[in-house]
């Protein structure tokens, strides 16, 4: 079992930057390929980011490459995301979410996840 819980999240103004952090406990963090999703009022969740178990890759969707960053500290058991640029439509809750170990970031993308947080919300005001 992995227990995931974010925080970092809160209302900031287009333009801005938030990093949210995601805290892992329960089983050995670094076996699981990490993942952000996102999901905004009335549509469906959405992938935002993935990292790799050590960390060395990473994948992005479109709508996110270039202003967002995922990283993790496998010593801390914590994943971050590094959001800058927002803009209004980077409203959502944001979730993490922890991927099978032998799982590529294309298979976290499709939504093939072990287990989630329960989410912290962003609000970027325009």
């Known amino acids: 079992q992995v227990q995931l819980v974010e925080s970092g999240g809160g209302l900031v103004q287009a333009g801005g930057s938030l990093r949210l952090s995601c805290a892992a406990s329960?089983?050995?963090?670094?076996?699981?390929?990490m993942g952000w999703f996102r999901q905004a009022p009335g549509k469906e969740r959405e992938f935002v980011a993935a990292?790799?178990?050590?960390?060395?890759?990473?994948y992005y969707a479109d709508s996110v490459k270039g202003r967002f960053t995922i990283s993790r500290d496998n010593a801390k058991n914590t994943v971050y995301l590094q959001m800058n640029s927002l803009e209004a439509e980077d409203t959502a809750v944001y979730y993490c979410a922890a991927g099978q170990p032998l799982n590529g970031l294309q298979t976290i993308a499709a939504g093939s996840v072990d287990y989630w947080g329960k989410g912290t919300l962003v609000t970027v005001s325009s």
């Open positions: 329960g089983r050995t963090f670094s076996w699981n390929p």
């Open positions: 990292v790799s178990r050590s960390g060395g890759s990473t």
